[in-house]
């Protein structure tokens, strides 16, 4: 689906965070009311502060588009805007906005008729799975921008999927789920279509997660499951007058050849530190100190924790498809996640695509005889990006003065 460009985001973003109506989760869901945003109000994200509000909010409603193909978050600046005079500034500034975002997401004529394609015609053989814009964004950027060609749009059921093209002798496609596991179109179902639109035999979480140690870890270091830890099945119990939290959930183990192929990716690659271990996943965007130590405290060995690994590992471990998570840290789910919120998980999705893509450029996933040279010059293109990719980190690991 057509989305916006780096630039248009963050303008977007900045005249939002002007508006009153993001003072509080009621005042937005209020417009809303409007005939054709009416049907996502039950599912607008809920957020403890201005900033955080505009950025699940962006996160929510940008791959929205209604039936009719016309994108939804035009029409949602479109009723915004109609809360302030005309003439007013800032009626101006979200007016201009309405017509760029919708010139920017709007399909071209016959665009979605020229790219619709039947299953039978689209396979690959790894599919990328991002949630958050962020994720997204940074993903099919990065591949385009290191592989030298765009992204093919591919029209399969329900769902767009992004076709990379053939990296490390594989046929790599991308998908984007909702935030969560359950819900419609969250991951669980999302893999699911996946795995039947496109056969992959490799299927990879990408993106972004909460660290657990911030003594120990960095922002952008890189966390990929041996295991993940199903939190949300529990049983809360009491002993000696406390309350006690028991898991029940279950600690699925990702799959040992892409194990092995992370871990040998891990031995000549020089960004930001890759951790293996069992991460903590469940339906709960977690910003608070002692609820994220209660979860360290069923599991002592999880590394960090994320939102949809758990739909990953259902539908992948049903279809017998090899799958694994690789996320890196934007945040430490203490509190204070909108904290260089921008900048943290920039480079915590770029920390962890990056890696993917490394670990992709080794072979060992394709249907195709992989010819290492063919990828030579694309491996030393990316190893500047890391490069410049440390500095970046450097700056948003440093400490407030």
């Known amino acids: 689906m057509p989305s916006l460009s780096p630039e ?21 869901r209020s417009l809303f009311s409007t005939t054709g945003l009416d049907i996502f109000r039950g599912g607008v994200p809920e957020a403890d502060s201005r900033d955080a509000r505009v950025d699940v909010f962006l996160d929510y409603l940008s791959p929205k588009y209604l039936s009719d193909g016309r994108p939804v978050l035009p029409l949602f600046i479109a009723a915004l805007r109609d809360r302030y005079e005309s003439g007013d500034a800032l009626w101006n500034e979200l007016e201009m906005l309405c017509k760029e975002i919708e010139r920017q997401m709007t399909y071209p004529p016959q665009a979605s008729q020229e790219k619709q394609v039947s299953p039978e015609s689209s396979k690959a053989d790894v599919l990328l799975i991002t949630a958050t814009e962020v994720e997204a964004r940074t993903t099919l950027g990065l591949f385009e921008r290191m592989c030298d060609r765009k992204y093919q749009r591919r029209f399969i059921g329900d769902q767009v999927y992004y076709d990379l093209g053939m990296i490390g002798g594989a046929g790599v496609f991308m998908v984007q789920s909702e935030m969560g596991t359950a819900g419609l179109g969250a991951s669980l179902l999302t893999v699911q279509n996946g795995i039947k639109a496109l056969s992959p035999c490799a299927i990879i979480m990408v993106g972004i997660a909460f660290g657990v140690n911030p003594e120990k870890q960095k922002v952008a270091d890189i966390l990929v499951s041996k295991q993940l830890m199903l939190y949300d099945l529990q049983k809360i119990d009491r002993e000696n007058g406390k309350q006690k939290l028991l898991p029940r959930g279950a600690r699925p183990n990702a799959s040992p050849k892409l194990l092995s192929l992370f871990r040998s990716g891990a ?50 471990q049903s279809n017998k498809s090899d799958w694994i998570l690789v996320k890196a840290i934007c945040d430490w789910a203490d509190g204070n996640k909108g904290y260089k919120k921008f900048e943290r998980q920039k480079v915590a999705a770029q920390s962890a695509a990056a890696f993917v893509l490394h670990v992709l450029l080794q072979g060992g996933l394709g249907s195709v005889v992989f010819q ?17 990719l440390q500095r970046e980190v450097e700056a948003v690991n440093k400490p407030p003065e």
């Open 372 to 388: 290492e040279k063919a990828d030579h010059g694309l491996c030393n293109k990316l190893e500047e990006y890391v490069l410049a």
């Open 267 to 316: 031995k000549d690659w020089h960004g930001p530190q890759p951790d293996f271990g069992l991460v903590l996943s469940g339906e709960k965007l977690i910003n608070d100190q002692d609820y994220r130590d209660q979860l360290r405290q069923l599991e002592e060995e999880a590394i960090g924790g994320e939102m949809e690994g758990a739909g990953l590992y259902v539908a992948a």
């Open 8 to 28: 248009t985001y963050q303008r977007c973003r900045k005249i939002l965070l002007k508006c009153k109506q993001f003072d509080t989760h009621a005042s937005l």
